[in-house]
């Protein structure tokens, strides 16, 4: 399977407003093993960068003024992703913009759903990982991917990283910064990871008197508040 990491960087926000792509990054996966195949490529957008855009990327109107516009990188891109899968994170966002440009271009070119397919890796982490934070930085911290070097957002770098955190999401080797221990856990598909028996022994911290006091008050105000009662109470076998 082929498969392509992506991550765009704009103008702005809104493509409905006007905002242009400036810059597309992508890293190809055969097999779950990264190649070297890459697509990186700065565009201008002949308008302006809103000053919080640029503070996200740092690329400048500047820097940008002498880039190739998108529709003389159109075909060479096209012909990049074409036939693949597509891993984006935030796939709203970015596939939004990269239409949005293929629009001003004629109805020839379609939308990108046309020639790839497309996965959301925002939308498979919050199924992972409900209710907690699933932005690409929580996801390195959540599954030991380097971002050190990451000081501004840029297309290709992030599409490196996110590569890493996809593989970990989805259960393959991700990168080389992973620590052993981590990497076994990851990779092992029917071993379940076991405590070495030399171990020492887990320190128990048990709860204040206070700390149970204050426990007990707050599932007293959530019994009070909640139509239902509060379900720790149940548990507890306390009906009161």
């Known amino acids: 399977m082929r498969q392509i990491v992506l991550d765009a960087e704009t103008t702005g926000l809104e493509p409905s407003q006007g905002h242009r792509v400036i810059e597309i990054g992508c890293v190809e996966l055969k097999d779950r093993r990264k190649t070297d195949a890459i697509f990186h490529q700065y565009m201008n957008p002949e308008r302006k960068i809103e000053d919080g855009a640029y503070e996200v990327h740092g690329l400048s109107n500047d820097f940008l003024s002498s880039k190739p516009l998108f529709k003389d990188i159109v ?4 012909n990049y992703v074409k036939g693949s899968e597509l891993i984006i994170h935030n796939a709203t966002f970015d596939v939004a913009f990269i239409n949005a440009e293929l629009s001003r271009l004629g109805h020839k070119w379609g ?7 497309i996965v959301d890796t925002l939308k498979l982490a919050r199924e992972l990982h409900p209710g907690q934070k699933n932005n690409l930085d929580a996801l390195c911290t959540r599954y030991y991917v380097d971002n050190s070097h990451r000081d501004v957002h840029g297309a290709l770098l992030d599409a490196q990283i996110l590569l890493d955190v996809y593989l970990a999401m989805t259960g393959g080797q991700a990168a080389l910064s992973l620590g052993d221990d981590v990497a076994t856990i990851l990779n092992s598909e029917n071993s379940p990871a076991r405590l070495s028996t030399n171990r020492p022994a887990l320190r128990v911290i048990r709860a204040t008197e206070k700390e149970l006091k204050e426990h007990q008050n707050r599932l007293n105000d959530i019994d009070s508040q909640s139509e239902t009662g ?3 109470k149940r548990l507890d076998g306390d009906s009161a």
């Open 75 to 78: 075909q060479d891109f096209i």
């Open 111 to 117: 939308k990108l759903e046309d020639v790839c397919q």
């Open 230 to 232: 509060c379900l720790w």
